[in-house]
């Protein structure tokens, strides 16, 4: 027999499964260990910058304070920039600060009480931790939208994009397929691509030359390599980007005009889109107050054809 230490690593899904098993309800040996040692487990296995073993420090020398700090408070204690607190947090394993911050209010709560952190003691169900994880991610984005401007603009920027382009590769397929085909009911021409390489090449080019100017991307993780080589071709032919992804940094973003970042849920084996559902639906209602009048007469035609072949059932 092999020694255990030739088992090959896990994988993240691999640990994830594990992590989030829904029946198991055993107790986990981390919950006995201190604060303190579980930050620094959590913070050494990544190679950190100066800056951001700063920020690690001070999480681990304040944590029952700190968990519960804003990003902008966080920052400005640490005495470095927010995009910098937004570094650090993927540096460590999260889709981004607001993920990171409910592992650290796991951590400080269970301080506090003197036991186990809640997340260990939730174990049992890991169902409700999820949906709780997730409405973090929706009121987050409601905190967003407290100034809409930017969805709007950038609704009526895709509404006057013909054709519009919507792509979404791999995992990101299903939020793509789903705004495609609610825009094609108030959008004459809608074209979707969800297959990368040289189709999706084809795709942008014939889209640029047949008047387009805006793509929507959705890039969800784990982010793949040929969305970014696709967002690069549309930009290099003229096509704008707006995208919805879950970092607001990093390679995708910078290949963007507009990078709309919201949370996925990442407590399952497999990540869950309610908040980018949502901003994608914000999206296409905006693209819908653009245009009042082409919108009603092209809802009322399908109506009318939905009627007539029996599309639907009659409730």
Do not use: C
């Amino acid at each position: 027999m092999g020694d255990k230490e030739d088992a090959p690593a896990p994988s993240l899904q691999q640990a994830r499964a594990q992590a989030s098993a829904i029946t198991s309800g055993k107790t986990d040996p981390q919950a006995e260990v201190s604060p303190t040692s579980r930050l620094r487990e959590l913070f050494d296995g990544p190679h950190l910058s100066p800056g951001q073993r700063r920020i690690a420090q001070y999480l681990i020398e304040h944590i029952t304070e700190a968990a519960f700090l804003s990003i902008t408070d966080l920052a400005d204690r640490v005495g470095v920039s927010q995009p910098s607190v937004t570094r650090f947090a993927a540096a460590v394993g999260f889709s981004g600060y607001p993920a990171l911050r409910e592992k650290l209010q796991a951590i400080a709560l269970g301080t506090l009480a003197g036991g186990p952190a809640a997340d260990e003691v939730n174990r049992g169900n890991e169902l409700q931790a999820a949906v709780d994880a997730e409405i973090e991610n929706l009121e987050n984005l409601r905190r967003d939208f407290a100034d809409p401007d930017r969805v709007i603009e950038i609704g009526r920027a895709l509404s006057e994009s013909s054709p519009l382009t919507v792509l979404g590769l791999r995992i990101s397929v299903s939020l793509a397929e789903y705004f495609a085909y609610a825009a094609r009911r108030v959008h004459p021409d809608v074209r979707l691509v969800t297959l990368g390489g040289s189709v999706a090449y084809d795709a942008l080019l014939q889209s640029r030359a047949a008047g387009g100017t805006w793509v929507l991307a959705f890039s969800m993780p784990r982010h793949a390599q040929e969305t970014l080589a696709a967002l690069r071709v549309a930009r290099s032919a003229g096509l704008r980007v707006a995208l919805i992804t879950d970092l607001a940094l990093g390679a995708l973003a910078d290949e963007a005009d507009v990078t709309f970042a919201t949370g996925t849920g990442s407590r399952l084996v497999f990540d869950s889109y309610a908040a980018p559902g949502v901003l994608a639906a914000a999206l296409l209602q905006a693209m819908t107050d653009a245009g009042p009048e082409r919108t009603q007469a092209r809802l009322e035609e399908y109506e009318q054809i939905s009627e007539q072949h029996h599309f639907f059932l009659r409730e």
